[in-house]
């Protein structure tokens, strides 16, 4: 059983330990959300477009697959789905406007 448990954790240390990678204080190269953001407050919202999407981080950002996310570039703008992903929040804001300026057609009850 002790032996068990030591290959466990020496398996499992390296990995743990090899990617230290937080969220930034103050993220790079925002261009649709608030240049102010944190990354505390952007951490959600790319949780909630990977959750929503079921993809992971390397669909929109500069990273390999299965590498720690340290090793992640993720200002770059190299990956093309960055953009789409980008103009597709913007779309969705000006949807979003659009709608608030049409009347409603019937009277509420």
Same mark, same amino acid.
């Given at each position: 059983m002790?032996?068990?448990l030591s290959a466990t954790a020496l398996f499992t240390?390296?990995?743990c330990a090899q990617?230290?990678?937080t969220w930034p204080e103050k993220p790079k =190269?925002?261009?649709?959300?608030?240049k102010d953001w944190s990354g505390t407050r952007l951490r959600p919202?790319?949780?909630g477009f990977t959750r929503a999407l079921g993809v992971r981080c390397s669909y929109c950002h500069q990273g390999e697959e299965g590498k720690p996310l340290s090793t992640y570039d993720?200002?770059?703008d190299e990956n093309? =789905?960055?953009s789409r992903a980008r103009q597709m929040y913007?779309?969705?804001?000006?949807?979003?406007d659009h709608l608030k300026k049409i009347q409603p057609s019937a009277t509420s009850r």
């Amino acid at each position: 059983m002790l032996s068990i448990l030591s290959a466990t954790a020496l398996f499992t240390l390296p990995a743990c330990a090899q990617d230290k990678w937080t969220w930034p204080e103050k993220p790079k =190269n925002l261009q649709v959300f608030p240049k102010d953001w944190s990354g505390t407050r952007l951490r959600p919202v790319m949780v909630g477009f990977t959750r929503a999407l079921g993809v992971r981080c390397s669909y929109c950002h500069q990273g390999e697959e299965g590498k720690p996310l340290s090793t992640y570039d993720f200002a770059s703008d190299e990956n093309p =789905n960055k953009s789409r992903a980008r103009q597709m929040y913007k779309m969705l804001g000006d949807i979003t406007d659009h709608l608030k300026k049409i009347q409603p057609s019937a009277t509420s009850r």
